[in-house]
C-alpha cells in the first residue's frame, strides 16, 4: 500500500498525459528496483524463517552464488552492466545480496559496538565511499576499450559490502550527533522525486537539450516532487499505518 498507491496514482498520470515514456515498462524504466522490492517484500517471512535457522550470513553468501550464476549466464546483459536489462525473473536475484545486507544492516541499528565515531573517521569513510564509486562508475564505462567488462552488473553487490561497512558508521556517528534536519525532511520525498522525475522530463523535453538546462530541470523535478508527496505519498503512508496489524506489546518488550 504504502509503494503501491503512489505508483499507480504517477502510472495514471502519465497515461492521461499521453507521456511516450518507458515508465510502464518494469524492466526499461525506474521501476525495475520497485519490482525487485515488491519480491523480497513478498518473500521476506520466508527469509525470516531461514534467517532465524541459519542466521543473515548464510543468506547473504548464496545470494552472492545465485547473482553470480545470473550475471554470467547471461553475457549479453553482463557486457551492458545495466540491472533492468536481466528482466524481472532475474533482476531481483542479481540485487538480493545488496537487500539481504540491508536486512542485517537493520537487525542491528540501534546497537553500537563501534562506540564514538568522531569527524575525522567518518569523512575518511565518505572519501573513501567516493573514491569506490568514481572507480566502479569507470569500470562501467569501459566496455567499448576491454574485451572484459566489469559493469554494474558484476561491481556493485562487491560495491555493497563496504557501503555496508560505511552505513554501520554513519548510523554510529549519527547516535551522538545531529543531522540536518532540512536534508532529513527532504529525504522524506525521495521516492516521489523517483516516480515524478520521467514524467518531468519527458512533459519537458527541451530541459535536456543545451548546456545549464540540468539545474533547471532538476528544480522542476524537485518542486513537482514535493507538490506530489504531500498530495499522493504522504497519505498513502499515513493510510498504510492504518492498516498494518498491531503488534503485542510482549513482543515488542521480548
Not at 10 to 15: H, K, Q
Not at 56 to 79: D, G, M, Y
Not at 225 to 236: D, N, R
Request: charged share 10%; with cysteine.
Amino acid at each position: 500500500m504504502r509503494i503501491g498507491l503512489p505508483l499507480l496514482v504517477a502510472l495514471a498520470i502519465r497515461e492521461f498525459c499521453h507521456i511516450h515514456v518507458t515508465m510502464l515498462d518494469f524492466t526499461l524504466s525506474v521501476l525495475w528496483s520497485l519490482l525487485a522490492e515488491l519480491i523480497y517484500y513478498t518473500f521476506y517471512p520466508a527469509f525470516f524463517l531461514l534467517k532465524s535457522r541459519f542466521g543473515w550470513k548464510i543468506q547473504i553468501a548464496l545470494s552472492f552464488i545465485a547473482a553470480s550464476v545470473v550475471v554470467f549466464s547471461h553475457p549479453l546483459q553482463q557486457a551492458d552492466g545495466a540491472y533492468m536489462l536481466f528482466g524481472g525473473c532475474a533482476t531481483w536475484v542479481l540485487g538480493l545480496p545488496c537487500w539481504l545486507l540491508g536486512c542485517l544492516l537493520a537487525e542491528t541499528y540501534g546497537v553500537n559496538p563501534l562506540g564514538c565515531i568522531t569527524q575525522v573517521k567518518i569523512w575518511t569513510w565518505r572519501l573513501a565511499i567516493g573514491i569506490c564509486t568514481c572507480i566502479v562508475m569507470y569500470l562501467q564505462h569501459q566496455h567499448s576499450h576491454h574485451p572484459i567488462h566489469f559493469g554494474y552488473s558484476v561491481t556493485l553487490d562487491f560495491f555493497a559490502i563496504p557501503v555496508f561497512y560505511w552505513l554501520q558508521r554513519e548510523i554510529a556517528y549519527y547516535q551522538f550527533a545531529s543531522p540536518w534536519q532540512w536534508l532529513e525532511r527532504a529525504g522524506a520525498g525521495s521516492y516521489s522525486l523517483y516516480l515524478i522525475h520521467p514524467i518531468v522530463l519527458a512533459i519537458y523535453p527541451q530541459f535536456l537539450r543545451g548546456p545549464g538546462n540540468w539545474l533547471l530541470a532538476t528544480a522542476m523535478c524537485v518542486a513537482v516532487a514535493t507538490g506530489y508527496y504531500f498530495i499522493v505519498e504522504k497519505p498513502s503512508h499515513l493510510l498504510a499505518r492504518r492498516f498494518r496489524r498491531t503488534v503485542p506489546r510482549a513482543v515488542l518488550a521480548t
